[in-house]
């Protein structure tokens, strides 16, 4: 015989649920594709949306894997962590131009590079801003809703038959 302490077990589900829905919600990503400029090859990645981000990021390892062509900077940039200090990887020296592909939209940008990060690709709050997508926090889901005039991508809803 088991003894639920006052509490039904539907209730226990929605606990487990919420708790499922609080490990979600700690980060979003989307899958998107990168186009290298000089040989238009292609690849699949997972992306980090991260407003706390100021820029866009790739990771230095993932760069020099997939043969991106690597544009040193004139002057290094220096990296700050969310609590202010100096990143101890030290500072940005090299960006790369991609085509980012993401659900019918491309964007031709050039990415910062970072050693060591732990996502291959962070988009950070210049892309949030510009393409201002909505973002389903709970199901991890994003939806391009909001584009830019200049996109050329504006969402229309699915125009269905009825009946």
Sequence with gaps: MEINAGTSESEETKKEVRKVEMKTLREVTVKIGLERIDTQKGITVEALLDSRATGLVMSLEFAKKQEFKLKKLERPMQVRNVD????????????????????GHRERTEINV?????WTVILGMPWLACY??????????VRMTRCPKECGKQWRPMQGKSG
């Design 132 to 141: 201002n997508p909505e973002i389903d926090w709970r199901m991890g889901e």
């Design 114 to 118: 970072i050693e060591r990060q732990k």
């Design 84 to 103: 202010g200090s100096f990143n101890k990887e030290g500072p940005i020296e090299h960006t790369v131009e991609v085509n980012i592909y993401f659900k």
